[in-house]
Structure formats: structure tokens, C-alpha cells
């Protein structure tokens, strides 16, 4: 009797936002974490979509005497992780934000995929000349794992945002999601208006605390 043990090979390609199929899958993944999907405008055109890939196990064609005659090896390649890139246009600077996981994946896949993504950044950042790279995580799995690689931490601060809808020349009403509490669901933002500690509290988007979903 044999087995087949799946081998996991993790592999990193960069997104294309424009695509639908790609948007789509990011989308997904921010409703199966039960928050507000980013509006594709806000989102950067560089990002990176860590997957799983590798060979399938032959399936057998047909069977001849009671021997299996085996298929062809088939490439899977299952999505896993994601994040943004931002780049300024006058420094050699960029900013990965929007770190975001497949909610139906195994978590220790997961977790192996999230913690690929600081070495495949810095591989992109490298490839577009860009020296520095600043890390926006609220998660002490990406925590520790970007110390263990040389990033450096200098203090605990907190991330702030707000859309300026009164912007000239651009349109909100062109996302198919609104990552505000007018145009949020009624069932997602029930929790609006204030916590048990009486604070007042904001719909959840993607970018909520800056954590990794």
C-alpha cells in the first residue's frame, strides 16, 4: 500500500488589481474575515499573492489486468496570503500595508504563508529600487517574525486613516464597497455606535487596527 504525501511549495507572485479575478479573490477573503472589503481604488497596483503550489498526485486514466495506468502530474497552485506595496514617486521608499489571509485555508498554511511574505517583499522592493521598506503590522506573529529577519522596531504607535470623499476628480461612488458606515451593510455595522466601555465604535474595514486578517 502506498501514499502520497502532498509536498508544499510556497511561491509568490505579484498582483495585478486591475484584473477582476485578483480584486475578486481579495474580496472574498476581507467578507470571509467578517470586515469590509478595501474599494479596489484604494488598493495599490503592486501587491504580492503568496500561494501554495505544486505538483497533484497522478490520478489513474483507466486500469488495465487491475493495474492503474497513472495521468499526468497536474500543477495546482492554491492563493494563501496577500499584501500592498505603496510607493512614493520622490523616495526610494516603500509601504506594505492590507496584509490579508485566506480565511479557507489550514491555519498552519496560514501561517507559513503570511510570515513568506516579509522575504518576498523585500525581493520585489529590491527588483523596482527601492532601499527601504517600512512594515505596517498590528500582529506579533509578523512582529516576530520581521525582527528575526533584520526589520527593525523603534516604537509602538497606532495607524490613522481617513477618506476625504470631498476629494476633486475622484469618484467613491465607483467601488462596488463603501468602508464607511453610510454605505456599510446594516449587518455589518450593528456594532456601530458605541462598545460596553461606552467608546464609540467604526465598521470594520480590512485596515482595521492594521492587523493581519
Given at each position: ?34 470586515v ?51 510607493q ?25 504563508a ?14 523596482i ?6 512594515f505596517?503590522?498590528g ?33 467613491f ?19 456601530a ?21
Amino acid at each position: 500500500m502506498t501514499s502520497h504525501h502532498k509536498q508544499h511549495n510556497l511561491t509568490f507572485r505579484t498582483w495585478n488589481i486591475g484584473a477582476p479575478d485578483d480584486y475578486d479573490l481579495l474580496a472574498s477573503w476581507w467578507r470571509g474575515h467578517g470586515v469590509l472589503p478595501t474599494p479596489r481604488a484604494l488598493l495599490p497596483s503592486l501587491g504580492i499573492i503568496v500561494s501554495d503550489t505544486g505538483p497533484v498526485p497522478a490520478v489513474p486514466t483507466h486500469v488495465h489486468d487491475g493495474i492503474p495506468t497513472p495521468g499526468p502530474h497536474v500543477e495546482h497552485s492554491a492563493p494563501l496570503a496577500a499584501c500592498a506595496i505603496y510607493q512614493d514617486n520622490t523616495s526610494p521608499v516603500a509601504f506594505v500595508g492590507w496584509v490579508l489571509t485566506n480565511p479557507a485555508a489550514p491555519a498552519a498554511m496560514r501561517y507559513r504563508a503570511v510570515t513568506h511574505l516579509p522575504a518576498a517583499v523585500e525581493e520585489v522592493c529590491k527588483s523596482i529600487g527601492r532601499c527601504t521598506c517600512c512594515f505596517l503590522t498590528g500582529e506579533m506573529t509578523m512582529f516576530r517574525k520581521l525582527l528575526s529577519l533584520g526589520w527593525q522596531s523603534e516604537h509602538v504607535s497606532h495607524q490613522f486613516w481617513k477618506v476625504f470623499r470631498d476629494t476633486p476628480g475622484f469618484d467613491f461612488s465607483a467601488s462596488a464597497e463603501s468602508i464607511s458606515s453610510a454605505g456599510a451593510p446594516a449587518k455589518e455595522t450593528a456594532a456601530a455606535g458605541s462598545s460596553q466601555d461606552g467608546a464609540p465604535t467604526v465598521p470594520q474595514t480590512g485596515a482595521a487596527e492594521g492587523r493581519v486578517c
